[in-house]
């Protein structure tokens, strides 16, 4: 007998679970659905604003070198490596992150060259990056953007050289 009575009960409550879970279900699929157009919807910099970022680190990056502040070049040659992570977290459906790996073995050239602190390898290493943006401008069709070595600092109020501390 308390098995029929259980089993009505079960039967009768059944539905009432399935609603709710139904329900809560469908509220969590709409929460998620806001959140996927929050998403779509929030700032993600361009491809151009990482470039441009790198721009300027690559032009900072050769100031510092030439005027061997060493720990300011090792800094310009990260912020550099930092914004070509971000392209590749940020912009990797593009086709132009698919071949922002062959600037590599240019950092690590330009990297090798501020940690020996060596200003011949420096200019050569940095020359090297600076050919190797140009060269993967070409490949991705923006053969049109071509970089070059600075001949003016990017900013005139900061101070290049080291100084004693």
Known sequence: ???CAMKKQIVFLLPIFVFIACSD????????????????NSY???FGEFMSNIQV???KL?????NKNWELA??????IEESLEAIQKYQKER???QAIAVINPSIDSVKI?????????????YTGLTNTCNTCHQAVQFGFNVVKIPDTPPYSNQEYSTRSK
């Open 62 to 66: 050769w100031f510092a070198g030439k």
């Open 25 to 40: 279900t469908e509220k969590m699929q709409n929460q998620i659905d806001d959140l996927t157009v929050q998403l779509a």
């Open 74 to 79: 090792a800094f310009e040659v990260h912020e």
């Open 95 to 97: 086709n132009e992150s």
């Open 113 to 125: 060259a501020i940690a020996q602190q060596n200003s011949i390898l420096f200019v050569r290493s």
């Open 44 to 46: 993600k910099p361009g």
């Open 57 to 59: 680190h690559h032009a």
């Open 1 to 3: 007998m308390k098995d």
